[in-house]
């Protein structure tokens, strides 16, 4: 079965302030990665996902993530956060295997301050 | 079209009552999935739906949880003889299929139990 670990529960960082979140994975299969973001108050929308290609990719607002298979991470990165970056932050795994369901992270909270 | 659709938004109840929490996914989505939320925690998987079949329900806490779906619409968590600790926001989430990588979260329904 697979897991995701998010090291760091909280992450203050200050604005135009660059900033990653890290995200570690572990299955024996080939996995599809994803970050979610819940802000305040809101649900859950995706940031971006890996699913085949290119191991850089890129989501809305900014952000981008790296997939590196041989680390089995997929970090979140920004190089310039701004207030309205202030929310929890969700990677997420699902296996190619037909049925399986995604599995989430205890979530990064990332605090921007001014 | 909507968006996920999730009913109530908030219930408040005593223990040992039962509840009944619903989720209307999009239109065409096949996939359903039911997540628990605890204050300040990350997501806690609980049953997964392909169509009206729950190929992995292995998430639900406790013989007392308990979800259907029909078809490929609208999906009931039953939740019998609530106890405190089953307080939290209950998150239902949609996809077309897993392999397209995005779930639609709905706002969630927020349980307390007193």
């Known amino acids: 079965a697979q897991s995701v670990t998010q090291l760091d529960s909280q992450v203050p960082v200050f604005e135009e302030a660059p900033v990653e979140l890290r995200c570690n994975y572990s299955?024996?299969?080939?996995?599809?990665l994803f970050w979610y973001v819940q802000y305040p108050n809101q649900g859950l929308q995706l940031l971006l996902k890996y699913l085949s290609g290119s191991t850089l990719v890129k989501g809305i607002n900014g952000f981008e993530a790296e997939f590196n298979k041989s680390q089995t991470s997929f970090h979140l990165r920004k190089p310039s956060v701004h207030i309205s970056d202030t929310a929890e932050y969700f990677c997420?795994?699902?296996?190619?295997?037909?049925?399986?369901?995604?599995?989430f992270g205890p979530g990064t909270r990332l605090s921007v301050l001014p | 079209g909507a968006g996920v659709s999730q009913s109530p938004s908030n219930k408040v109840t005593e223990k040992g009552k039962d509840v009944e929490l619903r989720c209307d996914p999009i239109s065409g989505h096949t996939a359903l999935y039911w997540y628990r939320q605890r204050l300040g925690q990350g997501l806690e998987f609980l049953i997964y739906f392909q169509g009206n079949s729950a190929p992995d329900k292995s998430g639900l806490p406790s013989d007392r949880f308990s979800a259907e779906r029909t078809g490929e619409s609208v999906s009931t968590l039953t939740i019998q003889r609530t106890q405190q600790e089953d307080s939290a926001v209950y998150l239902c989430?949609?996809?077309?299929?897993?392999?397209?990588?995005?779930?639609?979260f709905g706002e969630g329904s927020r349980l307390t139990v007193l």
């Open positions: 299955s024996s299969v080939s996995v599809y």
């Open positions: 989430a949609s996809s077309r299929d897993y392999a397209t990588g995005e779930l639609f």
């Open positions: 997420a795994v699902i296996t190619d295997n037909y049925g399986q369901n995604f599995v």
